[in-house]
């Protein structure tokens, strides 16, 4: 168990939608990214937030947003979702920003989308 | 587009033989990663390795690290069954705090 949880486990919904997934990090843990695994495209870095800012963005679609709450936890939202949105989203949490730290990852969110 | 690209992308040996996936990258890193992954599940950090090392073991993990090829390799010694998973390098960015995943090795091992 890495300590970071992430709801729901499986999601499905159809074209359209909107939905949030959720992310608590680990303990002390300051750091949340957001990735999205699919069998073509493989692991893709989102987004990072470190302390409620936003610290770095890589392949994330203008139909995704994201934010870091006080206490630390994120959500990733989804919207006008698409058939090629289905996934898996993985949240992982540091320590710090640096990208020596290691990640640690949660179980993720198996997003289907009919 | 992803940072790191392994080789091979599937692995299949017997149990009590050695491992040796490869990840290639193309651009200028201060560390590597390897990261493990069983099946539909998160990852799992292996070891990490700074640009300014050459070899690193943890355990039955012995890892390499070329800059001047910008190539890394994870090596498992006597491989058990449970070593069965997905094996990703994974880059951080220079001066940035991305870190950047590879394409994945899936190893099986077989009893």
């Known amino acids: 168990d890495s300590g970071v949880t992430q709801t729901p486990k499986h999601l499905i919904t159809a074209t359209g939608q909107r939905v949030t997934l959720r992310c608590s990090p680990r303990s002390g843990d300051l750091s949340v990214y957001w990735y999205q695994q699919s069998l073509d495209q493989g692991l893709q870095f989102l987004i990072q937030?470190?302390?409620?800012?936003?610290?770095a963005k890589g392949n994330i679609l203008e139909r995704f947003s994201a934010q870091q709450f006080p206490d630390l936890h994120s959500e990733l939202n989804l919207s006008s979702l698409e058939l090629g949105d289905s996934a898996l989203y993985f949240c992982?949490?540091?320590?710090?920003?640096?990208?020596?730290?290691?990640?640690?990852f949660g179980p993720g969110t198996r997003l289907t989308v009919l | 587009s992803q940072q790191g690209e392994e080789d091979p992308q599937a692995l299949s040996i017997q149990e009590g033989e050695n491992a040796t996936m490869n990840c290639s990258y193309k651009t200028s890193i201060n560390n590597l990663q390897w990261y493990r992954q069983n099946s539909g599940r998160g990852l799992v950090h292996l070891i990490l390795i700074r640009s300014n090392e050459r070899e690193k073991h943890s355990g039955r993990l012995r890892v390499t690290l070329d800059t001047s090829k910008k190539s890394s390799s994870l090596l498992i010694t006597a491989s058990r069954a449970a070593d069965t998973a997905s094996y990703f390098c994974?880059?951080?960015?220079?001066?940035?705090?991305?870190?950047?995943f590879g394409t994945g090795t899936r190893l099986q091992v077989f009893p």
């Open positions: 992982a949490s540091s320590v710090g920003t640096s990208g020596s730290l290691e990640q640690f």
């Open positions: 937030y470190y302390n409620g800012e936003e610290r």
């Open positions: 994974a880059t951080d960015v220079y001066n940035t705090d991305k870190l950047i």
